[in-house]
């Protein structure tokens, strides 16, 4: 028996690597002599950077600052001219110890482009999922050079409270060294309106429902600003990381993929399900979101073009799948030893499909 193992992070306890390493465990546990490949996947959130460095990146150590400015050092990936980013990594949420929605910038984000451009890389690659600010992309876009002046003529400050300010931007002075610009999104939101950044994720970023409506209102006049003819705050990605996505396509003239896509090329997954006997997927909450460009859908995806058993494990209860809420007996358990409870989903999971 093969059986293909590919799970995105369960974000806030295991790492792609180390999931499938677990449910690795756990389907030989239920059939010990079956052939397992493990294939991390992500999907341009967390985690997407441990993967890629697994498939001919070489990590480099940079400096640059969290979404609050905070000094830190934080890993990009390194191959030739190119150069791989995760937002994440460098400014994300999950590296904050409180929310500062109104004072979370991009910057830093933009402070790694410049590090890859100084060590060489002329074509970036950057995961934007897991941001923690709404700046419209402001912060990145100051970093790389742009010049961003309230009414006064005086710099505004590289966030959203910045954003609210800003009168005039000035593009001569932006580096001018990037050949090639590649977003990895794992949403596919507009900048602004009801399904746009500030109403869709400023909840989750510490926004209040008045200070979302009041930060959708700043993206909509920053899109104006940036963008007269109204051609890029509607695409697909635009909204996404805050508005970095918008900022990219719209000034730096970025290209978006969907960021489950480019990574199951980059590590093969449609040729690995091929001929399988079952594939495994999961991730730490299986929900509506999954199934819109998130790393699970894709392999879901990958596995029934290919005419192969699907598999998927969450961790939480989600109703139809094993889940290690359950297994466990509580969220509290499967959080104490998630190793262990995943190994035990998988075990279930694969006895279930493999059982006479």
């Given at each position: 028996?093969?059986?293909?193992?590919?799970?995105?992070?369960?974000?806030?306890?295991?790492?792609?690597?180390?999931?499938?390493?677990?449910?690795?465990?756990?389907?030989?546990?239920?059939?010990?002599?079956?052939e397992?490949?493990?294939?991390?996947?992500?999907?341009?959130g967390?985690?997407?950077?441990?993967?890629?460095?697994?498939?001919g990146?070489?990590?480099?150590?940079?400096?640059?600052?969290?979404?609050?400015?905070?000094?830190?050092?934080?890993?990009?990936g390194?191959?030739?001219?190119?150069?791989?980013?995760?937002?994440?990594?460098?400014?994300?949420?999950?590296?904050?110890?409180?929310?500062?929605?109104?004072?979370?910038?991009?910057?830093?984000?933009?402070?790694?482009?410049?590090?890859?451009?100084d060590?060489?890389?002329?074509?970036?690659?950057?995961?934007?999922?897991?941001?923690?600010?709404?700046?419209?992309?402001?912060?990145?876009?100051?970093?790389?050079?742009?010049?961003?002046?309230?009414?006064?003529?005086?710099?505004?400050?590289?966030?959203?409270?910045?954003?609210?300010?800003?009168?005039?931007i000035?593009?001569?002075?932006?580096?001018?060294?990037?050949?090639?610009?590649?977003?990895?999104?794992?949403?596919?939101?507009?900048?602004?309106?009801?399904?746009?950044?500030?109403?869709?994720?400023?909840?989750?970023?510490?926004?209040?429902?008045?200070?979302?409506?009041?930060?959708d209102?700043?993206?909509?006049?920053?899109?104006?600003?940036?963008?007269?003819?109204?051609?890029?705050?509607?695409?697909?990605?635009?909204?996404?990381?805050?508005?970095?996505?918008?900022?990219?396509l719209?000034?730096?003239?970025?290209?978006?993929?969907?960021?489950?896509?480019?990574?199951?090329?980059?590590?093969?997954?449609?040729?690995?399900v091929?001929?399988?006997d079952?594939?495994?997927?999961?991730?730490?909450?299986?929900?509506?979101?999954?199934?819109?460009?998130?790393?699970?859908?894709?392999?879901?995806?990958?596995?029934?073009?290919?005419?192969?058993?699907?598999?998927?494990?969450?961790?939480?209860?989600?109703?139809?799948?094993?889940?290690?809420?359950?297994?466990?007996?509580?969220?509290?358990?499967?959080?104490?030893?998630?190793?262990?409870?995943?190994?035990?989903?998988?075990?279930?999971?694969?006895?279930?499909?493999?059982?006479p």
């Open positions: 028996m093969r059986i293909v193992i590919a799970p995105a992070a369960f974000k806030g306890t295991l790492s792609a690597h180390d999931a499938a390493a677990a449910m690795a465990l756990g389907a030989r546990d239920a059939v010990p002599d079956a397992i490949v493990e294939i991390p996947m992500a999907d341009g967390d985690g997407t950077l441990e993967v890629v460095l697994a498939h990146y070489e990590p480099v150590e940079i400096v640059a600052v969290d979404a609050v400015g905070k000094p830190n050092t934080a890993r990009i390194h191959r030739g001219d190119s150069a791989f980013i995760e937002l994440a990594e460098v400014c994300g949420i999950a590296k904050l110890d409180e929310l500062d929605p109104i004072h979370a910038s991009s910057r830093g984000l933009g402070l790694a482009m410049l590090a890859a451009l060590a060489g890389a002329r074509h970036l690659t950057i995961a934007i999922g897991g941001s923690a600010s709404t700046d419209g992309g402001l912060g990145m876009l100051m970093s790389l050079g742009l010049s961003a002046t309230d009414v006064t003529g005086r710099p505004v400050s590289p966030d959203l409270r910045g954003l609210g300010q800003v009168a005039a000035d593009r001569s002075v932006l580096d001018s060294r990037i050949e090639t610009l590649t977003l990895l999104t794992d949403v596919d939101s507009p900048l602004f309106g009801p399904s746009g950044a500030a109403f869709v994720f400023g909840p989750q970023k510490g926004l209040s429902p008045d200070q979302c409506a009041w930060a209102d700043l993206l909509a006049r920053w899109a104006d600003l940036v963008d007269p003819s109204g051609s890029c705050a509607g695409l697909p990605g635009a909204g996404a990381a805050g508005g970095v996505g918008f900022a990219a719209a000034v730096l003239g970025a290209r978006r993929m969907s960021g489950a896509d480019a990574i199951a090329d980059i590590i093969g997954l449609d040729a690995a091929i001929g399988a079952l594939v495994i997927t999961g991730e730490g909450a299986v929900d509506a979101s999954s199934q819109a460009g998130k790393a699970p859908s894709r392999v879901i995806e990958a596995a029934r073009r290919a005419g192969v058993p699907i598999e998927v494990i969450s961790g939480q209860r989600a109703p139809g799948l094993i889940n290690l809420e359950e297994v466990a007996g509580s969220v509290e358990q499967a959080m104490a030893n998630p190793s262990h409870w995943l190994r035990e989903a998988t075990r279930l999971s694969v006895t279930k499909v493999a059982a």
